[in-house]
């Protein structure tokens, strides 16, 4: 595809509730990244895959979160049990080994 | 940890101004720094960045030292337009050339609005 693709744009969710967020890095793109970006903030790292291999979590709120890339392209982000806290903007990034990050626009996700 | 520090917003500034947005780092040992701007609707995109103490990025007109005296990587433009209304992102990372294969650490985001 021309760039990172996420889906779904926007979520919604009862407190409570499983979500998942899916990314599709560029094809051919090695790294991906998983951002959380609360309102009037910087995104904050959550979790990097080099291929399938899930290489840092340390970002990673709570064992609520989880994400997996099982054959090294698609990316999903799932929370368990979400919780108002959770409510952000999720960002996906790809990249090439070493090269620009290519964010995608995103998953706005609301709890209520 | 590391941490980004950058100026509060909005900056609001006609157009043909002049613009800086200041960006102050905490990180061990030699990070790279990069400006990230997310026009209205848009993804992050990367504007800039150096990779060593005294390089400048730049890029549209945009620019950025890398001062490691002072731990600063300040944005300037010498003439801003309409169409550079966004937000503007610093951060930095730890290890690699452009952030890959390390996490970025960004700053909290700078609104600026530039009118006619």
């Known amino acids: 595809g021309a760039g990172v693709s996420q889906s779904p744009r926007y979520k919604v969710a009862k407190r409570g509730q499983d979500v998942a967020l899916r990314c599709d890095p560029i094809?051919?793109?090695?790294?991906l990244f998983w951002y959380q970006q609360a309102l009037g903030q910087g995104p904050e790292f959550l979790t990097y895959f080099q291929n399938e291999a899930q290489l840092d979590k340390s970002g990673l709120p709570s064992d609520r979160f989880f994400a997996e890339r099982p054959e090294g392209s698609v990316s999903t982000l799932k929370i368990q049990r979400t919780q108002q806290e959770d409510s952000a903007v999720y960002l996906c990034a790809s990249s090439l080994v070493d090269s620009p990050l290519h964010f995608g626009n995103g998953t706005r996700l609301t709890v209520t | 940890g590391d941490s980004v520090t950058q100026m509060e917003g909005p900056v609001t500034l006609s157009e043909e101004a002049f613009l800086t947005i200041n960006c102050t780092y905490t990180a061990t040992g030699y990070p790279s720094l990069f400006w990230y701007v997310q026009y209205p609707g848009e993804g992050l995109q990367l504007l800039l960045k150096a990779t060593k103490a005294d390089d400048k990025g730049s890029n549209k007109g945009f620019e950025a030292t890398y001062r490691k005296e002072t731990t600063s990587f300040h944005l300037e433009k010498g003439s801003v337009q309409v169409s550079d209304s966004a937000v503007y992102f610093c951060a930095l990372t730890g290890t690699t050339l452009y952030g890959t294969a390390s996490k970025l650490t960004f700053g909290t985001g700078t609104r600026l609005q530039v009118t006619l």
């Open positions: 094809s051919g793109h090695v790294s």
